[in-house]
């Protein structure tokens, strides 16, 4: 990990709060240069304005390729699930899948608030990702395309009761979620 954080230029303590192991640290540096080649490029070239289409599009890719990454998922999951709480200052993972999301609904950012924009942000961060797909597997015992089906049907119903019921925008009350 000193050798890590030496590469890095930042100190080891930095390098422990974001990755408590070195187990966990090489498994999420090789789920993200799983997703650089299989998601990132579909958030970015999506040409539509439609934050619904856009979500949709980054959930089918993310389930496209869940297939290759779910065995490191599990372990991720495994990991950050038994360690301590995460301290002050930053999650301990799913940074990448709140930038996308962030990404995916750039066109709702005008049409919602900021505390409207982040509650949807972290109800989809429910919705996208190993752990939902997990649960359908596991507890409901549906295959990878009638996950994603369920999976899409869901963040489409979120992001348009979202859309549906944004107050006018600069309406700030709340708290950001």
Known sequence: M???ADAAQVSRRTVYMYFPTLEQL???ATLG???AKAIDPVVEA???NDPVMRIEQLIRAVNKHSGETMRLGR???RLTVEG???QAGGPRRG???VQWIERALEPAREKLSRVE???LVSALCVLIGWEPLVVLKDVRSLDGKEADDVLTFAVRAVVEKALESAHPRGGERGRSV
């Open 46 to 48: 999506s040409t539509s």
């Open 117 to 119: 924009f982040n509650r």
């Open 75 to 77: 372990a991720l999951i």
């Open 26 to 28: 090489l498994i999420d």
């Open 95 to 97: 940074y990448r899948r």
């Open 33 to 35: 240069a799983l997703s």
């Open 84 to 86: 301590d709480e995460p």
């Open 2 to 4: 000193a050798e890590i």
